[in-house]
């Protein structure tokens, strides 16, 4: 009985061998398939613009003059979009770019720009077809039927370098962590202030609006451009920096000064300084959760 009990320990101690063996294999080679490769981990980095705008009433005679990314005093996004190489623009629209005191700024131009409003969402039970065709139909006003006021997007995008990762690599092509001076912003910038935290900026800018408009109408404006760098990790990765104004303006003629923020440093890097965005699995215990070398 003692022999067997023997048996039987050293073959659970031998099982508990292999399968601590296996796990550190394992471990191994996740953390290898989890750390980028020098000359094998490629970093792709993308500019995109992005502009989104809502209007309760009908507006006529429009132009709109409003902030493009810019460096070296141009903007490659500006001259995408004047010579309809962007995405969602309207046929009956005309974007060009005009300087301001010296600054590239897109010039959209409309005879008309006319509220949408859509229908709610169709409910579907899972696993069942809708009963017949579904048509959707569109108005120019509010009503029961169509409550839903949507935006019109465009915009355009930009390719940047690409890199492979090396081991003196931080952010990728893209300087993500300190884009004002080396990369496109926004434009023009004024009052320029940092927050404590050294990554997020606040600013004012101006814009410009001239139409035809109903008393009370009123504009929503989205402009959103930015920069990231992209690689592939066991899963897709990123960094990235956001440039971005969000304002409600009334249909009057004239400039307005409106704000903005930059916000730098988001996402993830393969040197371990902190990142404002979300956290991020660390592959090294005692390392910054951002740090993945």
Not at 31 to 49: D, F, H, N, S, V
Not at 123 to 147: L, M, Q
Request: charged share 15%; net charge negative.
């Amino acid at each position: 009985m003692k022999r067997r009990t023997k048996i039987i320990a050293y073959a659970l101690g031998a099982l508990a061998v292999i399968v601590l063996v296996l796990l550190l294999a394992g471990a191994a080679l996740f953390y290898q398939a989890a750390t980028p490769q020098e000359g094998k981990t490629e970093i792709a980095g993308t500019y995109r613009y992005d502009v989104s705008l809502t209007t309760d009433a009908v507006l006529r005679n429009v132009t709109l003059i409003i902030p493009l990314p810019v460096h070296n005093d141009t903007s490659a996004i500006g001259e995408i979009l004047s010579e309809s190489g962007g995405y969602g623009v309207p046929d009956d629209w005309n974007l060009s770019v005009r300087r301001q005191n010296g600054t590239p700024m897109l010039v959209v131009a409309a005879a008309n720009i006319t509220p949408i409003y859509a229908p709610l969402p169709i409910a579907v039970t899972a696993g069942e077809e809708p009963a017949g065709a579904v048509k959707v139909t569109y108005s120019s006003a509010y009503s029961d039927a169509t409550p839903i006021l949507l935006p019109y997007s465009f915009g355009a995008a930009v390719e940047a370098d690409s890199t492979y990762y090396t081991a003196d690599l931080d952010a990728g092509p893209i300087d993500t962590k300190h884009p004002l001076d080396t990369e496109p912003v926004l434009a023009p910038k004024g009052n320029l202030t940092p927050a404590a935290d050294g990554r997020r900026y606040a600013y004012d800018t101006p814009l410009y609006l001239s139409c035809d408009a109903p008393a009370g109408a009123n504009l929503t404006l989205s402009i959103r451009f930015s920069g990231s760098n992209e690689w592939w990790l066991l899963g897709w990765s990123s960094n990235a920096y956001t440039d971005q104004i969000l304002t409600e303006i009334q249909a009057k003629d004239g400039w307005r000064s409106v704000g903005g923020t930059l916000s730098t440093g988001e996402g993830r890097y393969f040197q371990g300084e902190p990142s404002s965005s979300p956290r991020f699995f660390s592959l090294q215990s005692g390392k910054d959760q951002n740090d993945i070398r």
